[in-house]
């Protein structure tokens, strides 16, 4: 086995050392219970050669329509950005890739130096104070912010407004539930999917950002309205980089901003990994959940950055502590900041402006079909339309035909029979004006061919 | 045996003050700057294509504030982050023999693999008969857990192990509902020894810990368990092999308690590298198991994650996994994403993330998985038990052991050698830095004083274990010789000497402030 380094001399010598006879591995295995010490497990194959791994696994990757292999307009919280071929080079880096926590951090630097920028390019993202170190996704991040706000207004109820992404409620729904107290969901109507009040009983208003149709709309009034109440207003983000191109969401009154921050330098992945970003007011910092790293000194007085605050977590306070979280996505958000690192703020502009313009590129030459209409006034890179056909049949009729045409909206909510005829459709700077063309003529095609 | 020739260490002179430089630099150690510092808003390392300019249709919420984000060229980029690289200790730079945390080798074919377009490159929500091949690996990556557990069904989506946690103890509560009994069992008892996301999973499920000790041999006894059950105990979180590096000897026993009281057993799975291929948890009673994808089956912990923590359920919890799941309809592989799609029996107790889970992980463990075989899971756990053996037997005699035998995969040490030297537990550590390596888990668990948890793993050589060893015989005869000295003022040759870790909480700095604003 290739990556087994003993030989069996070094197997007998170092068993003799340790006092057993050098043929009997089990002896250190005694106390395991009496017959459930296995010898085999014959269902399950043999040690494979690296050549006959990659056969296999090469095959099964064949049978997968890769984005970047035909036109491509699904978006729905998952982006199909470019990635620079510097991002992948970096996280790649051994010292980077095979490290561990940064437990200690003077042989860490290089890990708490990254999440360091990576923390303040992501307060500066999203208009905020402070920002952890980094979560799993944008949707579990949403649900321990809902926590969070529990914790910080000891109020019992989150509302959920209707523009927030279907799986990202589920999730919040879930922890909720589970947490002991109760999630108002509000209608998905699109026209009032920025909409929801609150009441004394309410810790926090969730609200998407553009929201789940792609629509985007100014929150300040719906911050007061949270605000007059008691509660925090959270704003979920699915598409980082429109960052690039809207009005922060700490500027229209955010309290938590959480994003999924896969587009920026992270791929598709069928889902995950992903990158959670969490921001907040530094008065809530005791409260938030992950992990912090900080600025000091060392002995010599040199600026050096430790994780920080570490007292809110499992580890210290254990079933006191603000989350059970003790991963984040450490190499994620390498990905995330080396890309933001190389963009810069004139960068980053470029990138949303060049999403935008491609949406907006798109929805007219979807407009123009017959009977396609484009239900989304004001968007990013994001937006939805209506077809005289149920959105999951002509999604698979384009497949069919070689165009991955957006997300069903029947896919995302199910239970709403007046979106059946809804598609979610995204475009972003790998859109060129040919997949455009071909979504269009396909598109014609399906409907009226 | 071979001895390996002993590691003499020089004697050290007063405390060595870092050389002066008029860069602060120190040959290849170089201060990296931040890119706050370095990096300008003007500047860009990507190129664009041009696009037509168009109307706007943002509604009005155009971004017109300064956001503040430095860009460097790509050539100044890359040397940042090599730098930066520089200063990091990995599993590719030498052991990392960090106890319960399980740092093996991560091969690259694992990696390649998962960077394969057909991987890497699709969408979640794509329709399901353009990623048939991506449902085939998750279907195969099922049965490898299935049969290496000895359990009933599988949920992929939990994107860490304190992730599975939850999803394991929620399909438990899920099925304390079905039965009438939340309200009743409220209660999880959990070992002083478990890891604190046990205790911390527990609370956030609305449950109450329960502390069980463990016994003077370190393991927990049936008498403890049944002493802490009764009518309101809805589950036990147990480790196993626990994290004092022993296997719990009454586990059978412990389920069947639990069991006969209604309760159920959550196998906290982070340590199953010791007895993969070997032993499984399904034949000893478990109703519950995370596994740390991560850990066993080596997928890069990339200084902190991304992890992944599928959690294998008893048939008395299948029901009860959340979504999204596979299911195969005809010949093809289906997803569930909705718990009112869910077949005839299932119960879904809700969605623990958006997507599918963390399919890069699958890929990189399945790969890991096919290249060892049973066979080679098998010999990898047994090679990692040897390995923490020889460690405990070529160490017992400087250090101290707390519990008279026995160690799977890792061994813990306590600090009584330590007693008298002026040495703390954290220096000891502090000095491996200085001699080349990273130092085991310190301080945990909380059941002995001064822990020190040692796992070598079955990545590493006997050769490269021996000079672990020596480098830990040598500290541990230096500080007893009274050079103290060596300790209180390490690391001395790390990129940083000791961090003032209080200032940092105490004047909370977590985001570059530009100096005038200081």
Known sequence: ?449 | MVEMPKVILPAVEAAAAPAPTFTGNRALQIEEPLIFEIGSTETTGVDFEEVAETETRLGGLERDDAIGLPGLSEPETMRHYVRLSQKNYSIDTGIFPLGSCTMKHNPRLNEKMARLPGFADIHPLQPEKTVQGALALMTELSRWLLELTGMHAVSLSPKAGAHGEFCGMAAIKAALEARGEADARRVVLVPVSAHGTNPATAAHLGFTVRAVEAGPDGTVSVDAVRAALGPDVAAMMLTNPNTCGLFEPHIREIADALHEAGAYLYCDGANFNAIAGKVRPGDLGADAMHINLHKTFSTPHGGGGPGAGPVVLSEALAAYAPVPFLRRDGDALRLVEHEADAPDGAAPFGRLAAFHGQMGMFVRALAYMMSHGADGIRQASEDAVLNANYVRARLADVLTLPFPKGAMHEVLFDDGFLKGTGVSTLDFAKALIDEGFHPMTVYFPLVVSGAMLIEPTESESKQGLDQFIEAVRSLALAAKAGDAARFTQAPRFAPRSRLDETRAARELVLSYQEKAAK
């Not at chain 1, 969490?278 to 007085?301: I, N, S, W, Y």
Request: hydrophobic share 45%; aromatic share 6%; glycine share 8%.
């Open chain 1, 1 to 449: 086995m290739r990556y087994l380094p003993h030989t069996d001399a070094d197997r007998r010598a170092m068993l003799a050392a340790v006092g057993q006879s050098d043929i009997d591995i089990d002896a250190l295995f005694a106390a395991v219970p009496e017959g459930a010490l296995r010898r085999d497990l014959p269902d399950l194959p043999r040690a494979q050669s690296e050549l006959a791994v990659e056969r296999v696994l090469s095959r099964l990757a064949a049978r997968n329509v890769p984005a970047s292999s035909v036109p491509f307009f699904a978006g729905a919280g998952a982006y199909h950005h470019h990635v620079p071929a510097t991002v992948d080079h970096i996280i790649q880096r051994s010292e980077f890739m095979t490290a561990y926590t940064p437990y200690q951090p003077e042989i860490a630097q290089g890990t708490l130096q990254y999440l360091f920028e990576f923390q303040s390019q992501v307060a500066a993202l999203t208009g905020m104070e402070v920002a952890n170190a980094s979560m799993y996704d944008g949707s579990t991040a949403a649900g321990e912010a809902v926590l969070m706000a529990h914790r910080v207004t000891r109020r019992g109820k989150a509302v959920v407004a209707g523009g927030v992404h279907p799986h990202y409620r589920a999730v919040i729904e879930t922890v909720s539930r589970l947490g002991g107290f109760e999630v108002d969901v509000r209608a998905v109507d699109p026209a009032t999917s920025f909409e929801a009040d609150a009441d004394k009983d309410t810790s926090c208003i969730v609200v998407q950002m553009p929201d789940a149709f792609g629509r985007v709309a100014d929150l300040s009034a719906l911050a007061e309205k949270a605000h007059e109440a008691g509660a925090l207003l959270v704003v979920v983000v699915t598409e980082a980089v429109s960052f690039g191109a809207l009005k922060s969401p700490g500027a229209m009154g955010a309290d938590i901003v959480v994003a999924e921050g896969q587009s920026i330098g992270n791929g598709l992945n069928f889902g995950g990994p992903y990158l959670g970003l969490f921001a907040a007011r530094k008065k809530f910092v005791r409260q938030m959940p992950g992990r912090l790293c900080g600025e000091t000194v060392d002995h010599d007085g040199r600026r050096g950055f430790v994780l920080t605050l570490s007292t809110r977590e499992q580890h210290i306070r254990r079933e006191k502590a603000t989350s059970n979280i003790c991963t984040n996505s450490g190499l994620c958000a390498l990905a995330f900041t080396a890309h933001l690192t190389l963009l810069g703020e004139a960068g980053l502009r470029k990138l949303a402006r060049i999403n935008h313009a491609n949406a907006v590129a798109l929805a007219k030459a979807l407009d123009s079909v017959d009977d396609v209409n484009v239900m989304t006034p004001a968007f990013f890179n994001e937006f939805t339309i209506r077809t005289p056909k149920p959105g999951a049949a002509v999604i698979d009729a384009l497949a069919d035909r070689g165009i991955i045409g957006g997300v069903p909206a029947s896919r995302l909510w199910p239970d709403a029979p007046t979106l059946a005829n809804a598609i979610v459709v995204a475009a972003t700077e790998t859109t060129t004006p040919d997949d455009i063309a071909a979504f269009r003529a396909a598109l014609e095609e399906v409907l009226h061919g």
